[in-house]
């Protein structure tokens, strides 16, 4: 039981790149999260899915896009980086979207923007 | 709005001795209040969290937190401060009847305990 798994652990990219950062998790879980965290600010929602099939934007969603590709996992894509998402990318899952709900986090993507 | 505030961004301990890192909330209603750990370079672990009754919550490698409605607090502690025990911490909290997406971080407080 691996939890939630992040692909990739590090990524340098140049200014306008694109790339997709990774998340699955194996707990069944239907609700997944993908926040950015930066230093002094706490984790920020970026986007998330309430069910399989489902997204919706969270507090900071500008620059990125995101696609649950099925119960499993939730992918999030920044189409043309910019140096100010330069951060640390943790995906996390929950049971259910209620706020009771407990969230498993991932152990990050630390993305450079040049 | 919801808010969390961890008023401390560093606490230092030495080992053995009893450790509290302090979280303040602010929500227009019942609060659901939780802790994680965060080990460098590794993601958010969770400690502990409370929903409602028992206001002295225990967790995971011997925390506890206690909820206090009229100080809005919901301290973490731990009797014996272990090295290991170095990191950093968050406190987050939700709104009864709200949605998990309304999770609301604090800026975090970073643990160092002292051999």
């Known amino acids: 039981n691996a939890g939630v798994t992040q692909t990739p652990k590090f990524q340098v990219l140049k200014t306008g790149q694109s790339m997709t950062l990774q998340c699955a998790q194996d707990?069944?879980?239907?609700?997944m999260y993908w926040y950015r965290q930066d230093p002094g600010m706490g984790l920020r929602l970026i986007y998330y899915?309430?069910?399989?099939?489902?997204?919706d934007k969270g507090e900071v969603p500008n620059g990125y896009n995101v696609s649950r590709l099925n119960k499993r996992e939730f992918s999030l894509r920044l189409e043309s980086a910019a140096p100010s998402q330069t951060s640390v990318y943790f995906c996390?899952?929950?049971?259910?979207?209620?706020?009771?709900?407990?969230?498993?986090f991932g152990p990050g993507t630390r993305l450079t923007v040049l | 709005a919801q808010s969390v505030a961890q008023p401390e961004d560093q606490v230092n301990v030495a080992e053995g001795n009893p450790l509290t890192v302090k979280c303040t909330y602010s929500?227009?209603?019942?609060?659901?209040l939780f802790w994680y750990v965060q080990y460098p370079n590794r993601g958010l672990q969770f400690l502990l969290k409370?929903?409602?009754?028992?206001?002295l919550v225990k967790g995971s490698y011997g925390f506890e937190a206690e909820f206090n409605k009229s100080q809005t607090s919901f301290h973490l502690k731990k009797p014996s401060a272990l090295v290991s025990d170095s990191a950093l911490y968050f406190c987050?909290?939700?709104?009864?009847?709200?949605?998990?997406?309304?999770?609301?971080f604090g800026s975090g407080t970073q643990l160092t305990v002292l051999p």
């Open positions: 996390a899952s929950s049971e259910d979207i209620t706020s009771t709900d407990t969230q498993y």
């Open positions: 707990m069944n879980h239907n609700s």
């Open positions: 899915s309430a069910s399989e099939g489902t997204t």
């Open positions: 929500v227009s209603g019942n609060p659901y």
């Open positions: 409370y929903i409602t009754g028992d206001n």
């Open positions: 987050a909290v939700n709104i009864g009847g709200g949605s998990a997406r309304q999770l609301t």
